[in-house]
């Protein structure tokens, strides 16, 4: 039985962000867990990688790598830790994390607050290794030189990633989005291959869902060119669809609920623009194993979530595999890999 009804009244009780750096202090403080058995038909590679469950943590929950193994623990089939930037730095002031209860949505303006890639570094080489670990690098706000940031990051990170994510899809970093257009991205690109180191981890690349036509065309031959691994379909969106919540006009980027429709969209665009030819992974407001299903029938290989854990506790990672597995039992299926681009 899932504790998280309990204590959520108390959580909910506290501002977003005290009840969020309280849940990763009792989190830090549990004794660690075995890794859980999942339903051997949820078992996929994507990327050369081995994935126990499609069902993952999305970047924003442990942006230090403070509890990584505590939540595979809790039943996600990967975590991914970040976004984390080269330096340290305070991000935006607060307020800067709203629950939108009534909408079940969030609006964070975090600005990536983080303790540095040398800090999470330390950390993760002091861990066993086990399960699949992502490790998100994004662009220090202050930078000269952002394109540096991000090779930084993959020389820094590399020893302790399963797999890397190139984050150039946050809303709060002034400017880090332009990253996404044209030049700059094949730019980027290119550095980053550059970059990685012989054997180094599979690198993904993470967009915004606030794209205009051809923009997914571009994205996808720009990944492809320069051997970016899968595409994370997507980050939170600055649109606003219509909200009922008091804090719906908060400035920074929306998840949960609200967010599903488009980023299914987005999904959608990405599966046409590539045939399937890179592994797409989904994110934004999946909450329950249809979504979850929705997802992967529209062309994702996995799916990842941070805002429906919010409402519903960590319990829900492991509803959504049982889901997903009795789904694929119902269907005829015998591994998750025959369900991805099925629809
Ligand atoms: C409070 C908060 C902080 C986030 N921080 C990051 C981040 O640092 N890097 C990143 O790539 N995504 C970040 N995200 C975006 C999530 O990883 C995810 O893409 C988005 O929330 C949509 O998924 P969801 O609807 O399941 O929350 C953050 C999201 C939230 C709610």
Do not use: C
């Amino acid at each position: 039985m899932s504790l998280y009804p309990l204590l959520r009244p108390f959580a909910f009780a506290l501002d977003a962000e005290t009840a969020h750096r309280a849940t990763i202090a009792a989190l830090s403080l549990a004794p660690r867990l075995p890794l859980p058995s999942f339903a051997p038909a949820l078992t996929s590679q994507v990327a050369g990688l081995r994935f126990p469950s499609p069902v993952g943590l999305a970047a924003g929950f442990d942006k230090d790598a403070e509890v990584p193994d505590a939540m595979m623990g809790l039943g996600f089939g990967f975590v991914e830790v970040g976004t984390l930037t080269p330096r340290p730095q305070a991000g935006n002031p607060k307020p800067r994390l709203f629950r939108l209860k009534e909408d079940r949505a969030v609006i964070n303006r975090m600005g990536f607050n983080n303790g540095g890639q040398a800090a999470a570094l330390n950390r993760l080489q002091k861990r066993e290794r086990r399960g699949v670990l992502g490790v998100n690098i994004g662009a220090n706000k202050d930078s000269a030189d952002r394109i540096a940031d991000y090779v930084a990051g993959v020389s820094t990170m590399s020893p302790v990633a399963d797999y890397l994510t190139v984050n150039i899809s946050s809303p709060n970093t002034p400017g880090l989005r332009n990253l996404q257009a044209g030049g700059e991205l094949v730019e980027l690109l290119q550095a980053v291959r550059e970059a990685r180191p012989p054997n180094g981890p599979p690198v993904f690349l993470k967009v915004a869902p606030d794209l205009e036509v051809g923009d997914h065309d571009r994205i996808v031959r720009a990944a492809s060119d320069n051997g970016i691994d899968a595409l994370i379909v997507a980050n939170t969106t600055v649109s606003r669809p219509p909200l009922i919540s008091s804090q719906r006009d908060e400035l920074g980027g929306l998840s949960g609920r609200p967010l599903k429709q488009l980023a299914l969209e987005q999904l959608r665009l990405f599966r046409s623009a590539s045939g399937g030819s890179i592994p797409l992974i989904a994110v934004g407001g999946i909450e329950n194993a249809d979504d979850a299903w929705d997802r992967i029938a529209a062309g994702a290989s996995l799916v990842q979530l941070y805002s429906a854990m919010v409402y519903e506790g960590p319990g829900i990672a492991r509803q959504i595999a049982d889901g997903l597995a009795r789904r694929l039992s119902q269907s005829g299926m015998s591994n998750i890999v025959e369900a991805v681009g099925s629809r």
